[in-house]
């Protein structure tokens, strides 16, 4: 068994980092954060895939308002990350983010940065100090005589005592290179010098195969003895190949347990026709032991949840009193909102037999066009904007400007 260090525990949205808490696997969208719809497909897709936590860059005041309109759909914490405008740090603070990166490579200015974390605290959202050694402080590269795991170490040290300073301390760390070697003993150094919990990663590593070998190369090494908290694999594919290869690696050495069902669930945002919470839970009850190994999907309205989680082996959307049934986002049955779990049930078990093109085929006649009738009048009840996304924009836009 690996004895893991004991590091301090923060909360990205409902997800513990640190403090024991199981090494979370982390990705980042590939999407433009302003398509806000494509985001949320990605999101979605990488929840399904078993991702913990995703991050969306936020490289402008449109992917800000994008992350005003993400956040409240996303079936996962949604983390921001921010390079060289600090403003945009706080654009996405107002965008209800549930984490923040931080470069202290390209913000470098303290006061800019104490103000980022003064704000953070006040909303009790953790940072990441996010070290980078492509990014890396060109005072830092001098003092240290390059690119040196000594350099990185301190860039972060620097960046926690500017936080310090303005009593912020909910934080996460990591420092990243494309070198193995000097990631691996930055990260040493780092664990040496701070119970914060850590971020690992080897930062630019390529395409598979040879991605996949250096970031196990050094992720599994510093897990190996105990260093680590949430790891990300930054690979040139499919951000769902990331989340894959964290999940394999932690499940090889014995840091998460192997899946079998996988429920996703939205966050239950100002469209929701039912409690999903409890749904979700009655769901995980009926399925779990069943040996059923399907991602499924609760969502709380048929507006975007069979759209949202398409992905999704199956899943069931609520609206007006009844539960639609999707396969792989086609809507295949209507049933009563209070048969809504035995349904997921019975078509999990006939997806198991029959198989998911099959259940496809077998789609009720009319169960489409009545999830889209209802879902034509949710959005005629409801707007286009239940959960008041755009005020929270016009904030962000005075923010930012």
């Not at 895939?49 to 995703?54: E, L």
């Not at 005072?139 to 500017?162: F, I, K, N, Q, Y």
């Not at 809504?340 to 078509?347: C, G, K």
């Amino acid at each position: 068994m690996i004895e893991r260090r004991l590091t301090r525990q923060v909360m990205v949205g409902n997800v513990p980092v640190g403090g024991g808490a199981p090494v979370s696997v982390q990705s980042m969208t590939t999407t433009k954060t302003a398509d806000v719809e494509a985001t949320l497909s990605q999101i979605y897709a990488l929840a399904g895939s078993g991702v913990d936590i995703v991050r969306c860059t936020c490289n402008d005041v449109d992917a800000a308002e994008g992350l005003a309109r993400i956040v409240p759909r996303s079936p996962v914490p949604v983390v921001a990350d921010i390079h060289f405008q600090h403003k945009l740090a706080l654009a996405a603070l107002e965008a209800g983010v549930h984490a923040l990166r931080l470069n202290p490579g390209n913000i470098r200015e303290p006061d800019h940065i104490r103000l980022v974390a003064r704000e953070a605290k006040d909303r009790g959202v953790p940072i990441r100090i996010g070290v980078n050694a492509g990014s890396l402080d060109p005072a830092m590269v001098e003092r240290h005589g390059g690119l040196t795991p000594e350099a990185l170490v301190a860039s972060a040290m620097r960046e926690l005592d500017l936080f310090g300073e303005v009593g912020f301390d909910d934080v996460k760390i990591s420092v990243k290179a494309s070198n193995v070697a000097v990631m691996i003993e930055a990260y040493r150094l780092l664990s040496e010098s701070t119970d914060h919990p850590l971020h690992l990663g080897v930062t630019e590593a390529g395409p598979p195969p040879q991605g996949l070998v250096k970031c196990t190369a050094g992720v599994a090494a510093l897990l190996a003895e105990g260093i680590g908290d949430t790891i990300r694999y930054s690979l040139t594919a499919d951000p769902i190949e990331e989340v894959r290869a964290g999940r394999t690696l932690l499940e090889a050495m014995g840091l998460r347990e192997r899946r079998g069902l996988d429920l996703i669930a939205c966050p239950s945002c100002g469209r929701a026709e039912v409690d999903v919470i409890k749904v979700a839970a009655a769901a995980q009850a009926a399925l779990d032991g069943r040996g059923i190994p399907l991602q499924v999907a609760v969502m709380g309205c048929v507006v975007n949840g069979p759209g949202e989680a398409r992905e999704a082996d199956l899943g069931i959307a609520a609206g007006r009193g009844r539960g639609h049934l999707f396969v792989k986002g086609h809507v295949v049955r209507v049933v009563p909102e209070a048969e809504m779990v035995a349904a997921l049930v019975d078509e999990a078990e006939r997806i198991m037999s029959e198989g998911v093109e099959a259940r496809v085929t077998a789609a009720k006649d009319g169960a489409a066009a009545i999830a889209a009738e209802v879902r034509a009048e949710m959005l005629a009840a409801q707007g286009l904007d239940p959960n008041s996304s755009e005020e929270t924009i016009a904030r962000i836009r005075e923010i930012s400007g």
